[in-house]
T-cell receptor, first 113, second 114 residues
Framework: AQSVTQLGSHVSVSEGALVLLRCNYS??????LFWYVQYPNQGLQLLLK??????LVKGINGFEAEFKKSETSFHLTKPSAHMSDAAEYFC???????????FGTGTRLQVFP | NAGVTQTPKFRVLKTGQSMTLLCAQDMNHEYMYWYRQDPGMGLRLIHY???????AKGEVPDGYNVSRLKKQNFLLGLESAAPSQTSVYFC?????????????FGPGTRLTVT
């Protein structure tokens, strides 16, 4: 069965520091991959998606992620954290030729001044 | 466009009571989904629908029923609520034919069962 693993349920960074949120997937066929963000008391919003085009994907709010097939990873990065980036981030995989998403358990990002 | 809306936003039920959560979308999307979100468990798929009049079970369907009588609405029912169903429920929709499976989420319904 397909699955997604997010390493670290909580990540804390200082404002201006690099943000790195880790996501690994298990799939025999490269799937579609997504990162979603959830701000407090809100629904999920798409940050970026990988759909077998460019391996480096740029999203909103300065985030980007790189698909690495050899490592089965899709880590999310941002060069410089902002206070407004504090939220919960979910990695998700859509297995090939399905109509469902499988979510990771989420990583809560805290940004300190 | 209002996007995806959910009614109600909050609800408290006693064990054994029933209720229906409404999800509505005005984007003419074919696919709709119901998830529950619990701390440390991410989002888990309850039921989904790939078109009007169709429904299918997801990962955690027990204790829930759904109906998709109109394309724009997807109802989630709890026939006899249990404390284990205390959760935040999210609805999502996807346009047919994009091949991208990007899901558009509603704001959520926070349900407490006492």
């Amino acid at each position: 069965a397909q699955s997604v693993t997010q390493l670290g349920s909580h990540v804390s960074v200082s404002e201006g520091a690099l943000v790195l949120l880790r996501c690994n997937y298990s799939s025999s066929v490269p799937p579609y991959l997504f990162w979603y963000v959830q701000y407090p008391n809100q629904g999920l919003q798409l940050l970026l998606k990988y759909t077998s085009a460019a391996t480096l994907v740029k999203g909103i709010n300065g985030f980007e992620a790189e698909f690495k097939k050899s490592e089965t990873s899709f880590h999310l990065t941002k060069p410089s954290a902002h206070m407004s980036d504090a939220a919960e981030y979910f990695c998700a995989v859509s297995p090939y030729n399905t109509d469902k998403l499988i979510f990771g358990t989420g990583t809560r990002l805290q940004v300190f001044p | 466009n209002a996007g995806v809306t959910q009614t109600p936003k909050f609800r408290v039920l006693k064990t054994g009571q029933s209720m229906t959560l409404l999800c509505a979308q005005d984007m003419n999307h074919e696919y709709m989904y119901w998830y529950r979100q619990d701390p440390g468990m991410g989002l888990r798929l309850i039921h989904y629908s790939v078109g009007e009049g169709t429904t299918a079970k997801g990962e955690v369907p027990d204790g829930y029923n759904v109906s998709r009588l109109k394309k724009q609405n997807f109802l989630l029912g709890l026939e006899s609520a249990a404390p284990s169903q205390t959760s935040v429920y999210f609805c999502a929709s996807v346009p047919y034919g994009t091949g991208l499976y990007e899901q558009y989420f509603g704001p959520g319904t926070r349900l407490t069962v006492t």
